[in-house]
Every structure is written in structure tokens, then in C-alpha cells.
């Protein structure tokens, strides 16, 4: 398994604990982080998506699909801008912030593997 494929399945893993706790417990995770309990079914709905993503990074890493590592970064990118944003316009607290470093931190780990992939690749 390549580094940048170990890095994606990483976040897979992280992606698959979010999930689960959104769909089983996700309050508790919501009063963590400053945002209000809720008994609406959207929070679920997401983590049943954010399981889905995870679904696709693991099957992703295996087959070594480097088209969408690159791809990961860009749009692990986007999430902390996307947040940022949403703290900026009052929408949410800054501690969402936070879930956004964590993909952003992916990213980064991804991209250099990606690039020391190719630099070993063309020496």
C-alpha cells in the first residue's frame, strides 16, 4: 500500500467514527463542541453521509485510486474554508473550526505523500 493510499485509509477511519457517532450518539458530540442538542433526524442523515464518504475513501485507499487522493485534497480543503465561513457569517461556533484543521491536516498529509510518491517516481 502507498503512503498517500495509508493516509486516505487513515481518514476513512476518521470518517467512520464521526459517522457512527452522528448517526448512534450524536448530542454528545454537539454539546462538545458549543452547538445546541437536537432530536431532529438531520444530524443522523449526515452522519449516514459522512459513512458513505468513508465507504468510498476505504474502497478509494485499497484500489489505490490515486485520481482521488488528489482529488480528496482539494475537497478536504474546501471544508475548512467552507467552516470558516460559517463561523464568520454567525452561523456556527468557532469551535467547527476544529473539524475543519482535522481535514485540512489530512489533506496536507495526503498531498506530500502524493508528492513524495512522484519525486521517487521520477528519480
Same mark, same amino acid.
Given at each position: 500500500?502507498?503512503?498517500? =493510499?495509508?493516509?486516505?485509509?487513515? #481518514? +476513512?477511519?476518521? %470518517? ?12 454528545? %458530540?454537539?454539546? +462538545?463542541?458549543? /452547538?445546541?442538542?437536537?432530536? $431532529?433526524?438531520?444530524? @443522523?442523515? !449526515? ?13 478509494? =485507499?485499497?484500489? $489505490?485510486?490515486?485520481?482521488?487522493? @488528489? ?5 478536504? &480543503?474546501? !471544508? /475548512?474554508?467552507? #467552516? ?7 452561523? +456556527?461556533?468557532? &469551535? ?7 481535514? /485540512? ?7 506530500? =505523500?502524493? @508528492?513524495? $510518491?512522484? =519525486? @521517487?517516481?521520477?528519480?
Amino acid at each position: 500500500m502507498s503512503k498517500a =493510499a495509508m493516509t486516505v485509509k487513515v #481518514f +476513512a477511519g476518521y %470518517l467512520l467514527l464521526l459517522g457512527l457517532v452522528l448517526v448512534l450518539a450524536p448530542n454528545g %458530540l454537539l454539546r +462538545a463542541f458549543g /452547538l445546541p442538542p437536537t432530536g $431532529e433526524v438531520w444530524i @443522523r442523515v !449526515v452522519g449516514m453521509l459522512v459513512l458513505v464518504l468513508a465507504f468510498y475513501y476505504w474502497n478509494a =485507499a485499497r484500489a $489505490e485510486l490515486k485520481g482521488f487522493f @488528489r482529488w480528496s485534497v482539494a475537497a478536504r &480543503t474546501s !471544508v /475548512l474554508l467552507f #467552516f470558516i465561513a460559517f463561523v464568520v457569517a454567525g452561523l +456556527a461556533p468557532p &469551535t467547527l473550526i476544529l473539524f475543519g484543521m482535522i481535514d /485540512l491536516a489530512g489533506a496536507v498529509w495526503t498531498a506530500l =505523500a502524493l @508528492r513524495g $510518491e512522484a =519525486a @521517487r517516481q521520477a528519480a
